[in-house]
T-cell receptor
Framework: GENVEQHPSTLSVQEGDSAVIKCTYS??????FPWYKQELGKGPQLIID?????GEKKDQRIAVTLNKTAKHFSLHITETQPEDSAVYFC????????????FGTGTSLTVIP | NAGVTQTPKFQVLKTGQSMTLQCAQD?????MYWYRQDPGMGLRLIYY???????DKGEVPNGYNVSRLNKREFSLRLESAAPSQTSVYFC?????????????FGPGTRLTVT
């Protein structure tokens, strides 16, 4: 089955700096890659996603890039703010596996004011 | 449009007791999921239902049963709770096929088994 690895497990940045979180996947059939933000005591919230026919997607201060050849995708947050502090999860899925999602182990991001 | 709802929000059980966690979605999604989240361990899939009428085991199914009651509802049952099942449980749903795979999570149920 699919295996998703996520790095780093913790990340601290100064407010205003950029943050990058990286994930790799093993199944070349995976075709959808979402990113989730989880704040303390809440459920994961979908913040951005990318499909396998696209190399990059942006939404204001966040962007995701996908390299299908190398089987890795990354989340980029620019101009970080204290409210960006949370745990971020990447995931991969393909409709070939009954829509089962495979998650990374999470990155705890702290933005220092 | 409430998205994914879960009940209860909190529950305390004694070892050996049973309970059912309820989940409902109003997004007309085909697929529904149950995950557990333990400190520092990310999300682990317990069971999922790719479509109404089907259910499949995930990574950690032992000690749990599920029922896909209809397209909207997917329940998780603990027949004989154990302390190892103390966790936060999340239900999620997603569409299927091109353009419809977004997965959305409920707010979670925090379960403590003593």
């Amino acid at each position: 089955g699919e295996n998703v690895e996520q790095h780093p497990s913790t990340l601290s940045v100064q407010e205003g700096d950029s943050a990058v979180i990286k994930c790799t996947y093993s199944d070349s059939a995976s075709n959808y890659f979402p990113w989730y933000k989880q704040e303390l005591g809440k459920g994961p919230q979908l913040i951005i996603d990318i499909r396998s026919n696209v190399g990059e997607k942006k939404d204001q201060r966040i962007a995701v890039t996908l390299n299908k050849t190398a089987k890795h995708f990354s989340l980029h947050i620019t101009e970080t703010q204290p409210e960006d502090s949370a745990v971020y999860f990447c995931a991969a899925t393909t409709t070939n596996t009954g829509n089962q999602f495979y998650f990374g182990t999470g990155t705890s991001l702290t933005v220092i004011p | 449009n409430a998205g994914v709802t879960q009940t209860p929000k909190f529950q305390v059980l004694k070892t050996g007791q049973s309970m059912t966690l309820q989940c409902a979605q109003d997004m007309n999604h085909n697929s529904m999921y149950w995950y557990r989240q333990d400190p520092g361990m990310g999300l682990r899939l317990i069971y999922y239902s790719a479509s109404e009428g089907t259910t499949d085991k995930g990574e950690v199914p032992n000690g749990y049963n599920v029922s896909r009651l209809n397209k909207r509802e997917f329940s998780l049952r603990l027949e004989s709770a154990a302390p190892s099942q103390t966790s936060v449980y999340f239900c999620a749903s997603s569409g299927t096929g091109t353009g419809g795979q977004e997965q959305y999570f409920g707010p979670g149920t925090r379960l403590t088994v003593t």
